[in-house]
């Protein structure tokens, strides 16, 4: 699966959640504006390095990525409707707990993932007329299979 990027292996792997609708949109890196789509964001992480006795620089073999899942939700004055987005953010993070929990995870190129874990609880992060933009963080580590 060489044209196949971590982000969309990642992509895939959510679409296990049972909170996550399948009808709806789910972009990588763009979010529109119209309720309910989501995106699975990726986030410039840093690159772990270490140095031989040489002074040759190699990759560690513990690395992790940074996402953003967020979504374009219904929100303003219903108290129902926005205990409903916070409680969509909380299944998913449920889910991605169990998962890290029971060791299922995403393929990943150049590496094996060893933990899936939300960093960031979700919550409401951009508002609109009627719409706000909720998210949550997700960091992916892995073992580099070739360092």
């Keep these: 699966m060489p044209d196949v990027s971590n982000a969309q292996r990642l992509r895939s792997w959510m679409f296990g959640c049972t909170a996550i609708d399948e009808a709806k949109r789910?972009?990588?890196?763009y979010l529109g504006d119209e309720p309910t789509e989501y995106a699975l964001?990726?986030?410039?992480?840093?690159?772990?390095w270490k140095e031989n006795?040489?002074?040759e620089r190699k990759l560690k073999p513990e690395q992790e990525q940074n996402?953003?899942?967020?979504s374009q939700e219904y929100y303003g004055a219903d108290v129902a409707q926005n205990l409903q987005?916070?409680?969509f953010y909380q299944a998913v993070m449920n889910w991605i707990m169990a998962q890290n929990e029971a060791q299922s995870f995403p393929e990943w190129e150049g590496g094996i993932v060893t933990g899936v874990t939300p960093t960031l609880?979700?919550?409401?992060?951009?508002y609109g007329a009627?719409?706000?933009?909720?998210q949550i963080q997700i960091r992916v580590d892995y073992k580099v299979t070739d360092c």
């Design 41 to 48: 964001i990726t986030v410039p992480s840093t690159l772990k």
């Design 67 to 70: 996402f953003i899942f967020a």
């Design 53 to 55: 006795i040489l002074g």
């Design 85 to 87: 987005n916070l409680a």
């Design 121 to 126: 609880t979700g919550g409401p992060i951009a």
């Design 26 to 29: 789910f972009g990588v890196d």
């Design 130 to 134: 009627g719409v706000a933009r909720y």
